[in-house]
């Protein structure tokens, strides 16, 4: 076997590591994780290294959590990675529903929690209530986000306790803006 067949690709760092293959290339791209470029131009990853990356950054305690309540996994996909490249420090946990939202709020106290407001077991205002109404996360930061902007909806979740609201798509710069706004160091 060569030296090539030993090394990891980006999807199997990140298959390791419960990360993005993403990520793993803004980690090297930052040069927290040293690479070799095969002649095609492709990053590849010796597993020694991928465990000093472990050893000395991804264990440490995460600073924030965010929680993402979304039905839609690529778009919950597609958030997390968003947001393990701007904001390397958090940890990123996803519900799929508005049943599971509520006890992993309620587990981990989050420092924000992304709220789909159309979900087909229980919608994103009455959970969006529910946080509200309990003590541990009524001031809970939650920034609701739908494809559907009609202003009633918008109104309407903002009356039910929500902070801001994103229209879904969500540009990375609009996330950005929006998490930082809550972060308070």
Request: proline share 4%.
């Amino acid at each position: 076997m060569n030296k090539l067949e030993k090394l990891l690709t980006p999807a199997q760092v990140g298959k390791l590591l419960s990360v993005s293959p993403i990520t793993v290339r803004f980690w090297a791209k930052e040069g927290r994780l040293k690479f070799t470029t095969t002649p095609g131009g492709h990053r590849r990853f010796e597993l020694s290294e991928v465990e000093n990356l472990v050893g000395s950054k991804l264990v440490a305690k995460k600073d924030k959590t965010i929680i993402i309540v979304e039905d839609d996994k690529q778009h919950a996909d597609l958030l997390v990675e968003f947001i393990e490249v701007l904001y390397p420090k958090f940890e990123v946990k996803v519900a799929y529903s508005g049943f599971e939202a509520g006890s992993m709020i309620e587990k981990i106290k989050p420092s924000i929690i992304f709220l789909d407001l159309v979900m087909p077991d229980i919608d994103g205002f009455a959970v969006c209530k529910h946080i509200r109404s309990n003590e541990a996360s009524k001031n809970t930061p939650i920034i609701a986000m739908s494809g559907l902007s009609q202003q009633e909806n918008i109104e309407k979740v903002i009356a039910s306790g929500a902070n801001t609201f994103l229209m879904k798509p969500i540009r990375l710069s609009v996330l950005k803006q929006a998490v930082d706004s809550f972060i308070v160091d």
